[in-house]
């Protein structure tokens, strides 16, 4: 069974850093690329940044472009997500996804989730 666990979420003010992970288990993650996408109250799942399975192509957001950093270690089957300079704006629950081959802005792409780890800056 294919599992995405996410950690590292918490409450941050404004301007702080956070380093979120994701752990794969259940399957090895070669050739599949990596995401995180982020939800607020009351809007909808946004696509945040992804990396290729090889970590060699990065994917932002234009709203975090700049201020966060996506990584993987396919040898330890993570991925990361360093958050820097954070905004009220920031707050949501952030999600870790995985699809095969490309990487993609399109949610539905997406075939493994995580729980979700929530992320809280305060202003």
């Known amino acids: 069974q294919v599992q995405l666990v996410e950690s590292g979420g918490g409450l941050v003010q404004a301007g702080g850093s956070l380093r979120l992970s994701c752990a794969a288990s259940g399957r090895t993650f070669i050739g599949y690329a990596m995401a995180w996408f982020r939800q607020a109250p009351g809007k909808e799942r946004e696509f945040v940044a992804a990396?290729?399975?090889?970590?060699?192509?990065?994917y932002y957001a234009g709203s975090v472009k700049g201020r966060f950093i996506i990584s993987r270690d396919n040898a330890k089957n993570t991925v990361t997500l360093q958050m820097n300079n954070l905004l009220a704006e920031d707050t949501a629950v952030y999600y870790c996804?995985?699809?095969?081959?490309?990487?993609?802005?399109?949610?539905?792409?997406?075939?493994?989730w995580g729980q979700g780890t929530q992320v809280t800056v305060s202003s």
């Open positions: 996804a995985a699809k095969r081959a490309l990487a993609t802005m399109d949610a539905s792409q997406y075939d493994y």
């Open positions: 990396v290729a399975w090889s970590g060699g192509t990065t």
